[in-house]
């Protein structure tokens, strides 16, 4: 399978064994190759792993072999008659983030790869440091003040070396690229390089393969977008195939104290709104400028996307009505709940929805 990086802004193809962690004009990497037909003949239902999909996945080699620790083929379990939860915290590093880190650290150690560095709210730090360590690539981790102190303590368990950094998530961010531009370090960054995109698609496979459908309502949670995204291209995946024969409706989440794509999409904006991000339980949502933010509304555009706002005052409640039923997940997750329950409030109907259970309770009791 030939595999190229295409720029979302200018349209160069480069390799993707280019270190490059975005072109020349700045916009960022997509993939572009011959992607087959989707067909559950070629899940290889032996493995036992997200890469049970990797027919549908842009890989070259059997490197992932010895990156996978099992990540995927999380339950589906009914919290009621209209909610089912995709169990997506059962995973090695207790986040849905595994998807991804085990694909983009499949794709760097097959480059020759050897020192990555990551921003992240957390989860996706602690997984790229876990699949890092796995296979001996040196790695480092900027992770904003305020971040759970669990989440630093497995991230540093794993072999990483992690920098706390003053101020805002977006701030975090800024620092980590100055040094990839400043030292030409690998960005191993779960927003830039498009093949943490190929794992997070499998998310979708494996609900039609478990329910031998798609739900008619599916939530995600929308920060930097990286569920969202390869959720959406897994999805036009399956209605290009004709495995299903209409898009399900999507409702987008974000927290009322950071929602630049609500903000957008009521004013009509092609780009995410400025905002100013307050403090929030749901950190893991909590990105002012996302920088896949024109693609993501474009697919909110497209599908006439509903954005719901996380009230704050909801998400400690709804984490509370969760673990009394025996779901133990992180405030980022409750707000997923929440948020189900305030498309209740809006609408009424809410039968045959689906939400992801994306972080595990005691990553975030602190």
């Not at 209605?239 to 950071?258: D, F, N, R, T, Y």
């Not at 009509?268 to 920088?291: D, N, R, S, Y």
């Not at 709804?318 to 997940?329: E, P, S, T, V």
């Not at 689906?354 to 595990?360: F, N, R, S, V």
Request: glycine letters at 8%.
């Amino acid at each position: 399978m030939k595999v190229l990086y295409r720029c979302t802004k200018c349209g160069k193809t480069s390799e993707v064994t280019t270190r490059a962690p975005k072109c020349e004009c700045g916009g960022l990497w997509k993939l572009q190759y011959d992607l087959p037909k989707f067909d559950e003949a070629l899940i290889d239902r032996d493995e036992w792993s997200i890469f049970r999909s990797r027919k549908f996945m842009p890989l070259n080699d059997e490197t992932w072999r010895d990156v996978t620790m099992g990540e995927g083929m999380t339950p589906v379990v009914r919290f009621d008659k209209d909610l089912l939860l995709k169990m997506d915290y059962c995973m090695p590093t207790l986040s849905f983030k595994d998807r991804g880190a085990a694909v983009l650290v499949s794709h760097c150690r097959s480059i020759g790869v050897d020192s990555v560095v990551q921003d992240s709210s957390g989860n996706a730090g602690n997984s790229v440091a876990a699949y890092s360590g796995r296979v001996g690539i040196e790695c480092e981790i900027f992770v904003p003040e305020g971040t759970s102190p669990k989440k630093i303590d497995m991230i540093k368990a794993h072999g990483s070396k992690v920098n706390v950094v003053p101020g805002s998530r977006d701030h975090c961010a800024d620092v980590c690229r100055a040094k990839v531009a400043g030292e030409g370090k690998y960005y191993c960054n779960h927003v830039y390089n498009p093949f943490f995109y190929e794992g997070t698609r499998t998310y979708i496979y494996e609900v039609f393969e478990q329910l031998h459908r798609i739900p008619k309502r599916i939530f995600l949670p929308l920060g930097n977008g990286t569920l969202f995204l390869g959720s959406l291209f897994a999805l036009e995946h399956l209605l290009a195939s004709g495995v299903i024969k209409k898009m399900p409706e999507i409702i987008a989440i974000q927290s009322e104290h950071c929602a630049p794509f609500a903000e957008a999409k009521r004013l009509g904006l092609k780009t995410p709104a400025q905002v100013t991000p307050k403090p929030t339980l749901a950190e893991g949502i909590a990105i002012g400028q996302p920088m896949r933010g024109g693609e993501i509304l474009e697919f909110i555009y497209k599908y006439d996307i509903e954005v719901v706002e996380i009230p704050e005052e909801a998400i400690l409640p709804a984490r509370a009505a969760l673990a009394a039923k025996g779901i133990y997940c992180e405030h980022t997750t409750a707000g997923n709940y929440a948020a189900y329950l305030r498309y209740k409030e809006l609408h009424g109907d809410a039968s045959d929805s689906l939400i992801t259970m994306c972080g595990a309770g005691l990553k975030s009791d602190h």
